[in-house]
Structures are given as C-alpha cells and as structure tokens.
C-alpha cells in the first residue's frame, strides 16, 4: 500500500513538472511572437518613413522568421503600397473640405434640430454659432 502511494506520488510529481515545463514553453513562444511582431512594426515604420514598400519589408523578415510564409499563409497586408504622407497643400486642401462638410451638415442640422439638442463642443467657434443661428432663423421661413 505504502508502495503504491509512492509511486502514485512520483507519478504526479512527473505530470507537475510536464505541466509546469509546457507553460514555460507557451511563455517562450508568446515572447518570441511578440518580438517577431515588434520588429515588424518597426520596419514598417522605418520602410514607411523612407518611402519603401511593404512587400520588401514582409519579405525580409519573413525569411528570416519564417512566420506566414512557412506555412503558406499570405501575411496581411502583403503587396500593399506604402503610406505615403501627403504634402502640406494637400493636407491644407483636406482640411478646407472637412470643414465645409462640417458646415454643411451643421447647417442642416439646423432646420432638423435645435439649438438646445446640440452635442457640446459641435459648435467650436462663435461664428459657426452664428452661422447655426442664421441657417435656423432661414429653415424656420421656409
């Protein structure tokens, strides 16, 4: 009987060490994920600033890695172009054509709602309080 306790108690010994060394080899894997992962974005952020593509990026890293493509799976986003960052023209023209936008739609929410059923910080300046007011005051004689 003392025989069999014995053993029964190295028998568990063994499947908690088993246990203990399979969740050490899951933190090993996750660690190696993660970095796998941060040396990515970091690439991308560097191919991104100089104006490289992604596929280059992918490439290299998965060869060394062999992440996606050693199982044959296509990375996300392989292929795409870069962002490319627009010039201060086009970021100004942006700009001007959100805000219209913004005006526009401000402007029919006036003639649907009222002043009192506004968001805070929808009306940013004075004048698009005034212009809310005037775009009220015109869908009210309509």
Not at 13 to 21: E, H, P, V, Y
Not at 22 to 45: F, P
Not at 61 to 66: F, L, N, Q, R, T
Not at 109 to 130: C, H, I, N, T
Request: net charge neutral.
């Amino acid at each position: 009987m003392l025989a069999k306790f014995a053993e029964d108690e190295r028998i568990e010994q063994m499947n908690a060490q088993r246990r203990r060394m399979k969740m050490l080899e899951h933190k090993r894997e996750v660690e190696r994920l993660i970095e796998e992962r941060r040396q990515m974005y970091e690439e991308e952020k560097e191919v991104m600033y100089s104006g490289g593509s992604r596929a280059e990026v992918k490439n290299d890293v998965a060869g060394g890695a062999g992440g996606a493509e050693r199982r044959g799976e296509k990375s996300p986003g392989e292929g795409d172009a870069c962002l490319v960052l627009p010039s201060s023209d086009l970021l100004q023209a942006l700009r001007e054509l959100i805000e219209q936008e913004r005006q526009r739609i401000l402007r029919e929410a006036a003639g649907k709602l009222g002043l009192e059923y506004m968001p805070r910080g929808v009306l940013a300046s004075k004048e698009d309080l005034e212009m809310f007011k005037a775009a009220q005051h015109a869908n009210k004689f309509r």
